[in-house]
């Protein structure tokens, strides 16, 4: 029975310590938009290439943590889409829009909360069509 009772409080626990709280009315102190990924962030899809050859449109969607502090904590792509205009090199894009996001989105700031949040935000990239 003390078993069957620890096991339950170790599950309710687990549950408890999952609820996620919603932000709202979030005031941005920082929050710059994530530029298109440097040829620095992105070298590994070099290979073969340059990276004036390299074509990537889509979209990211991070998932962070506002802290009562309004810092940033907790970053984490729960969604995106690299899809390659032009491709010609067979390369994988998978991870290449996100290169530039997260490092800038894990720097943002709001106004201080009551208590820390949980946020969602999309990002998109789409090229010109001179591109």
């Keep these: 029975m003390k078993k069957l009772i620890t096991l339950y409080l170790a599950f309710f626990s687990a549950i408890a310590t999952a609820?996620?709280?919603?932000?709202e009315g979030l005031r941005?102190?920082?929050a710059p938009y994530p530029p298109y990924p440097l040829p620095e962030q992105v070298r590994e899809y070099l290979p073969g290439t340059s990276y004036m050859?390299?074509?990537v449109?889509?979209?990211v969607v991070v998932e962070f943590t506002v802290e009562?502090?309004?810092y940033?904590?907790?970053?984490k792509?729960?969604?995106s889409e690299n899809k390659p205009i032009r491709d010609r090199t067979n390369i994988s894009f998978d991870g290449f829009l996100e290169k530039s996001v997260v490092p800038v989105v894990s720097k943002w700031q709001f106004e201080a909360?009551?208590?820390?949040?949980i946020h969602k935000q999309k990002f998109s990239y789409f090229l010109s069509p001179n591109a």
């Design 19 to 23: 609820q996620e709280i919603k932000c």
């Design 28 to 30: 941005k102190i920082s």
């Design 53 to 55: 050859h390299i074509f």
């Design 57 to 59: 449109e889509g979209y």
């Design 68 to 70: 009562k502090t309004g």
């Design 72 to 75: 940033v904590s907790d970053v």
């Design 77 to 79: 792509v729960i969604e």
């Design 113 to 117: 909360q009551a208590q820390p949040c």
